[in-house]
């Protein structure tokens, strides 16, 4: 018998845990970077987040009763190994246990991702992703949680968007560890951890596990058919579609001459056989398309960004646009052809003000609207033979959206920052309803 098709919701540790200094769990890059004047809108902290460390059972519950099949979270690094190497913190562990437990009780398949950007500060302190024995350590880590939890998890994540954790983190230092570094020392940190996923997956694969990396793809198009916006375009789906995708599938990293990286640095013999072909599934998060320009002068990129014209905009600005999904699983399945292994959603949301009525209820009918028309993309690029094998909604409880604090609201359930308490959105109903008749649609 085939697997059934993953229905899920999607989260992330550092989003939603809290309980940041306990049972032994060391601190990460976000700790010290959401401390910092000025990184976090507002100076939101993220030290209660969801208080999921605490209210997770209530969390599944929620799950159940949304009647997922699947359930994607990250294992923050830093509860499992406090110092990023060497010791592992058993009660780091003996949480995602219990968790992983309760899912399987209530037959939710669970999903973890090792790494969802929560770096333990050790490492940072020792030289993070610009040093290579980070993605060593970082494969230590996945062989230790592998073995108490592969028993009962098949599938793995290694690693959460890891060109965004590289940009977003070390070159235009918005997110931890805040670093702004020259590009060939970003391809460096971007290679390590490649790298990273490549040595992960072999530890995972020697246990007989099935490894998933998850990218964030957005289709890209120039803005005018210049010959400079195009070369912006071109540049920019380089660098976002192909930098963590083309080594995995083909053993080689795309031409970055754009960026005036000949070589990529750290590169050593036998990295690249690592990381060739390390991938059993590739995760999708896809949220909006691209649209490129020629770049503005000295701003030392080889691309700009025009506006994506005629699309609504959530709250956090990002344009609504569904038939991108489908584009991005077309423009993967025709640039990779019979190499591209199956394709998972693992994240797909939109964040939006909330309307409380005086009854209490949320009604969020553009994230609704949103889900549907998405859902839609992804049912239709199947029938036209694409081999996705889930979707995974992000996410679960409004939560710390990074550098935005608790100002986007991306949840199906609405948290009430004072009160810790959970209400259930409209959508919640509405993807409740669409995963009971799509999976009764496959059971019968
Ligand atoms: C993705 C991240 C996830 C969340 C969503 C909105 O880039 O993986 O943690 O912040 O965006």
């Known amino acids: 018998m085939s697997s059934p098709f993953l229905w899920g919701v999607a989260s992330s540790a550092f989003q939603i845990e809290g309980a940041l200094d306990e049972d032994g769990r060391g601190p990460s890059v976000w700790d010290v970077f959401s401390e910092r004047p000025g990184a976090v809108r507002d100076g939101h902290s993220p030290a209660l987040a969801c208080d999921h460390y605490h209210r997770w059972a209530e969390d599944v519950e929620l799950l159940d009763r949304l009647g997922v099949n699947a359930y994607r979270f990250s294992l923050a690094w830093p509860r499992v190994v406090p110092t990023g190497r060497g010791a592992v913190n058993g009660a780091g562990l003996d949480f995602y246990d219990h968790l992983v437990d309760s899912l399987l009780a209530r037959g939710i398949a669970p999903v973890p991702t090792l790494f969802h950007w929560d770096l333990p500060l050790a490492l940072e302190e020792a ?37 965004v954790h590289t940009t977003y983190g070390h ?69 976002h579609n192909r930098l963590f995708t083309d080594p995995v599938l083909t053993g080689a990293y795309p031409d970055l001459s754009a960026f005036g990286v000949a070589e990529v640095p750290g590169v050593r013999e036998g990295d690249l056989k690592a990381v060739a072909g390390s991938a059993d599934g590739l995760g999708i998060n896809y949220y909006n398309p691209t649209v490129a320009t020629a770049p503005d002068e000295g701003s030392g990129l080889p691309f700009g960004f025009g506006e994506v014209a005629g699309a609504p905009v959530t709250a956090f600005g990002w344009p609504v646009v569904p ?70 909604v992000w996410t679960l409880t409004d939560n710390f959206e990074w550098a935005e604090g608790y100002h986007q609201r991306f949840g199906l359930v609405h948290v009430d920052r004072a009160t810790q308490a959970r209400t259930p959105k409209d959508s919640f109903s509405w993807y409740r309803d669409l995963v009971a008749a799509r999976t009764a649609s496959a059971d019968a």
């Open 127 to 163: 030289g993070g992703w610009s040093e290579r024995d980070t993605a060593h350590a970082f494969a230590e880590y996945a062989a230790a949680a592998a073995d108490r939890l592969g028993d009962r998890v098949d599938r793995w994540i290694t690693l959460n968007e890891p060109l």
């Open 171 to 239: 070159a235009l230092g918005v997110h931890a560890p805040g670093r702004i570094l020259e590009v060939p020392e970003v391809m460096r940190v971007a290679h390590h951890m490649l790298l990273a996923h490549g040595l992960a997956a072999g530890e995972l694969r020697s246990r007989g596990l099935e490894v998933l990396l998850t990218n964030n793809y957005s289709p890209v198009s120039p803005a005018t058919g210049s010959e400079a916006d195009t070369a912006a375009a071109h540049a920019y789906d380089t660098l």
């Open 323 to 392: 038939e991108g999904l489908g584009r991005t699983i077309d423009l993967l399945r025709g640039r990779h052809g019979d190499a591209l292994p199956p394709l998972y959603v693992t994240e797909n949301g939109c964040s939006y003000e909330d309307r409380v009525s005086p009854g209490g209820r949320i009604a969020d009918p553009e994230r609704i609207a949103y889900l549907e028309g998405h859902v839609a993309e992804v049912e239709a690029a199947r029938e036209r033979g694409a081999d996705v094998r889930g979707y995974f």
